[in-house]
T-cell receptor, first 115, second 109 residues
């Protein structure tokens, strides 16, 4: 069974469109994340949710809106897509135990291409 | 910004130990050193973490200098499947991982 899954794996769309990427984890974790990896391969955190509450919100355009319907899901909706949004988006999850020695498990990534 | 410095790339012969260095001279007393790796086209994978003592698990060993300003990740018997980008990360506030450029490790037969 896949621990952290994302759909779709590939997404090709036109500028200006709205799209969503879905993430699900079956590890029973209470915290989920979205990361963006751009063409230069730098991996940067975008958002983090703990028990459906936003706990990390980096400087991300408000066209990006994460939604967590329950602890096992964290979806990413992107409005008015721009060329610069082209990247690989990774979802991750962890258990936010006491302290922070919690391994993050990453999904396989969604490659978004905006034309 | 990442608080670590790593070589851009390294080569290692298959079956030999791969020693990946990391400098973190500004690490504070309660910050841990984490290592993740990213195999091509996959999500990052946790390897190991440590504070000041050497650590070992089924994947690797982590050697941290006494002054904690640098560390070395050791893959004892590298295989072709260990070819990946290896990230050394100093854990910042809360739950945030800050990834740098990492080291591209190429294991060659």
């Amino acid at each position: 069974d896949t621990a952290v899954s994302q759909t779709p794996k590939y997404l090709v769309t036109q500028m200006g469109n709205d799209k969503s990427i879905k993430c699900e984890q079956n590890l029973g974790h209470d915290t989920m994340y979205w990361y963006k990896q751009d063409s230069k391969k730098f991996l940067k955190i975008m958002f983090s949710y703990n028990n459906k509450e936003l706990i990390i919100n980096e400087t991300v355009p408000n066209r990006f809106s994460p939604k967590s319907p329950d602890k096992a899901h964290l979806n990413l909706h992107i409005n008015s897509l721009e060329l610069g949004d082209s990247a690989v988006y990774f979802c991750a999850s962890s258990q936010l135990a006491q302290g922070f020695h919690n391994e993050q498990f990453f999904g396989p990534g969604t490659r978004l291409t905006v034309l | 910004d990442a608080k670590t410095t790593q070589p851009t790339s390294m080569d290692c012969a298959e079956g030999r130990a791969a020693n990946l260095p990391c400098n973190h001279s500004t690490i504070s007393g309660n910050e841990y050193v984490y290592w993740y790796r990213q195999i091509h086209s996959q999500g990052p994978q946790y390897i190991i973490h440590g504070l000041k003592n050497n650590e070992t698990n089924e994947m690797a060993s982590l050697i941290i200098t006494e002054d904690r300003k640098s560390s070395t990740l050791i893959l004892p018997h590298a295989t072709l499947r260990d070819t990946a980008v290896y990230y050394c990360i100093v854990r910042e506030y809360g739950n945030k991982l800050v990834f740098g450029a990492g080291t591209i490790l190429r294991v060659k037969s």
